[in-house]
């Protein structure tokens, strides 16, 4: 599974826009780039997934260039709910018969303010 | 059905004594993981089952522990004598087959040894 560097922690305000990017410089063909939110005592939950160019749902939006060596995740208008940590994963799904596993990182410890 | 149950929410138990922790996935997923998560870090891949079958099993696992998800539906993870290692939160996920990396995680099990 590609590796994955984000940064530790991000500070924000309230109402303001966030944008988290990702490095996975050794992403495979057949990989997605997932992003889940976790806040403290809660498991992880799936924010987002994408392949390439952009994606948006009613959460947030998913931004990856064309050669997928990085992606942002944006947050648009944080609120102090958002606070939480932020994983990026990369992988097939086991699509590929690799495994079937998640590889979190440490994540972005993102903290909104007032 | 409104996700991923785990039971307990919370486990303090006395080193060298053995714990049962449950998962009830979402109903028509007929995949389950099992996750371990310590302090400052994100969750480790334990095992997984696709139904009844166990499929992976990490190194993490160690002869201590075992899990089986009898008829695939619910699943136990067993920790035999307990370490205080082994202190961290238990967490739980399930997917459909088909979903690549859409998973839904529980709210996980905080256990303690002391």
């Known amino acids: 599974l590609a590796k994955t560097t984000q940064p530790i922690s991000m500070d924000s305000y309230e109402g303001q826009e966030v944008n988290i990017t990702c490095s996975h410089n050794?992403?495979?063909?057949?990989?997605?780039i997932t992003w889940y939110q976790q806040f403290p005592s809660q498991g992880p939950r799936f924010i987002i997934q994408?392949?390439?160019t952009k994606v948006t749902n009613e959460v947030a939006s998913l931004f990856i260039p064309a050669d997928r060596k990085s992606s942002t995740l944006s947050l648009p208008r944080v609120s102090l709910s958002d606070t939480a940590v932020y994983y990026c994963?990369?992988?097939?799904?086991?699509?590929?018969?690799?495994?079937?596993?998640?590889?979190f990182g440490t994540g972005t410890q993102l903290k909104v303010e007032l | 059905d409104t996700g991923v149950s785990q039971n307990p929410r919370h486990k303090i138990t006395k080193r060298g004594q053995n714990v049962t922790f449950r998962c009830d996935p979402i109903s028509e997923h007929n995949r389950l993981y099992w996750y371990r998560q310590t302090l400052g870090q994100g969750p480790e891949f334990l095992t997984y089952?696709?139904?009844?079958?166990?499929?992976?099993k990490s190194r993490l696992l160690s002869d201590r522990f075992s899990a089986e998800r009898p008829k695939g539906s619910f699943s136990t993870l067993e920790i035999q004598r307990t370490e205080q290692g082994d202190s961290a939160m238990y967490l739980c996920a399930s997917s459909l087959e088909t979903v690549n990396y859409g998973y839904t995680f529980g709210s996980g099990t905080r256990l303690t040894v002391v």
């Open positions: 089952f696709q139904n009844e079958a166990q499929l992976e």
């Open positions: 994408g392949y390439k």
């Open positions: 050794n992403i495979a063909t057949n990989d997605y």
């Open positions: 994963l990369v992988g097939d799904g086991g699509l590929t018969g690799g495994g079937n596993k998640l590889t």
